[in-house]
């Protein structure tokens, strides 16, 4: 498991995530263009992670993008909404950025 989960990974990883439940704290009822924002930040965030350690697989990446939509649901941010308002399926909202 070493190999596939290097602790160079898993800290880049957890500092991103920590990064973004901070930002996304401070969001409460923000307009659509500051969520998108943060979105923005920690995808690619986590792609600069993934092109140094390759480490994101399809379970990774999954995991990845609930948990971003979990984050920003248990601040009050409804993301079937926000992604409806601009045209995306609910689970679109990282598409545009991420690379991995």
Do not use: K
């Given at each position: 498991?070493?190999?596939?989960?290097?602790?160079?990974?898993?800290?880049?990883?957890?500092?991103?995530?920590?990064?973004?439940?901070?930002?996304?704290?401070?969001?409460g009822s923000a307009?659509?263009?500051?969520?998108?924002?943060?979105?923005?930040?920690?995808?690619?965030?986590?792609?600069?992670?993934?092109?140094?350690?390759?480490?994101?697989?399809?379970?990774?990446?999954?995991?990845?993008?609930?948990?971003?939509?979990?984050?920003?649901?248990?601040?009050?941010?409804?993301?079937?909404?926000?992604?409806?308002?601009h045209g995306l399926?609910?689970?679109?909202?990282?598409d545009k950025w991420?690379?991995?």
């Open positions: 498991m070493a190999d596939l989960y290097p602790d160079d990974l898993l800290t880049a990883t957890d500092t991103v995530l920590d990064s973004f439940a901070e930002e996304v704290a401070e969001l307009e659509d263009v500051r969520v998108f924002a943060a979105v923005e930040r920690v995808v690619l965030a986590l792609n600069a992670v993934d092109d140094i350690h390759c480490g994101y697989e399809t379970d990774e990446r999954e995991a990845l993008c609930a948990y971003i939509d979990q984050a920003l649901g248990e601040r009050g941010v409804d993301v079937a909404a926000l992604t409806a308002r399926g609910r689970y679109e909202l990282t991420r690379n991995w």
